[in-house]
């Protein structure tokens, strides 16, 4: 019984080497989110490693194509691991490409608050903050400017409830959220002034931003002032502002819902008629006078 050779194509190079570019470019850029996450080392060390693993998906997206152009044109396998190679590498470029975009279209600005003319301050997160950070002061009027076209709708907000009472709202909300609060006072008479101080995550890096709640009396409700600022980079791609958005939202319907579940007050006990005897007394008291 004779033998059969079945003739198998040559595995093209390119894409095996696409597809090990591709798989070490995902360990890189995997262990720099844990080192963010964790905080374990400096993060601008960490950073500059997740860059440098997405230039080199870049460079595994291009040896993936011009294997697949081999693989066309001469006819050799490996089509698998061109294609497994391009998949990887467009996985980890898509959500730093819709970032890009974002900045493009932003401005570079990386501290929002609802009120650019006296911003709250801050002062515990002032000490905890790296020295290598953005600078704690408020950037000012080019800032508000900025913020004022990109943002218009972030102002501050002020709801009909005291200042204890919205204070507790928003000590609710940022807890639920599981932020680290760093300081949290509450408004007193003399100083009639609420303030949380807390220090926000991002969700996929787990980037530190810091976020301050400031709650004052107004009139017969409270204002709530918000400020967010991201600790690095001089643009932070819209999250502080749609921090502050969905913040304001959740204090607003934490407020009205504890004004809806206070208990109504019972309504005032009706007068029962006054008894024969009663009457006959009132009538007497009546003639004596």
């Keep these: 019984m004779g033998r059969r050779y079945i003739h198998e194509d040559p595995p093209s190079r390119l894409a095996i080497w696409a597809r090990r570019t591709a798989v070490f470019a995902f360990l890189a850029s995997f262990l720099a989110v844990i080192i963010v996450r964790s ?4 993060i601008k060390p ?4 997740f860059a440098g693993a997405l230039a080199i998906a870049g460079i595994a997206l291009l040896l993936a194509l011009a294997a697949l152009v081999v693989i066309w044109m001469e006819g050799l396998a490996g089509m698998g691991a061109a294609l497994a190679a391009m998949g990887l590498s467009l996985l980890l470029l898509a959500y730093p490409a819709y970032l890009g975009i974002r900045a493009y279209k932003l401005p570079l600005i990386y501290d929002i608050t609802t009120d650019p003319l006296d911003p709250p301050r801050y002062e515990a997160l002032a000490r905890v903050r790296p020295r290598d950070a ?27 409830a005291s200042p204890q009472a919205t204070y507790d709202a928003a000590y609710t909300v940022v807890t639920k959220r599981k932020w680290r609060i760093v300081d949290a ?3 007193q008479s003399a100083r009639r ?14 980037f530190r931003d810091d976020v301050i709640v400031r709650v004052r009396a107004d009139g017969d409700g409270t204002r709530i002032d918000i400020r967010s600022s991201s600790r690095y980079g001089s643009f932070d791609f819209g999250t502080n502002a749609a921090r502050i958005r969905s913040l304001m939202n959740e204090i607003d319907d934490t407020i009205a819902a504890q004004r809806s579940s206070r208990p109504a007050a ?11 005897k009663q009457r006959n007394q009132r009538n007497r008291n009546q003639r004596d006078r």
């Design 193 to 206: 002034e609420g303030r949380i101080e807390a220090v926000a995550r991002t969700p996929i890096m787990g």
């Design 266 to 276: 019972p309504p005032p006990a009706k007068k029962s008629p006054p008894t024969a």
């Design 134 to 160: 953005n600078p704690v002061a408020y950037a000012g009027l080019y800032a508000a400017e900025q913020q004022r076209r990109s943002y218009p709708d972030i102002g501050p907000l002020t709801v009909n």
């Design 46 to 49: 960490a950073i500059a490693t």
């Design 39 to 42: 905080g374990l080392l400096e």
């Design 185 to 187: 006072r509450a408004p």
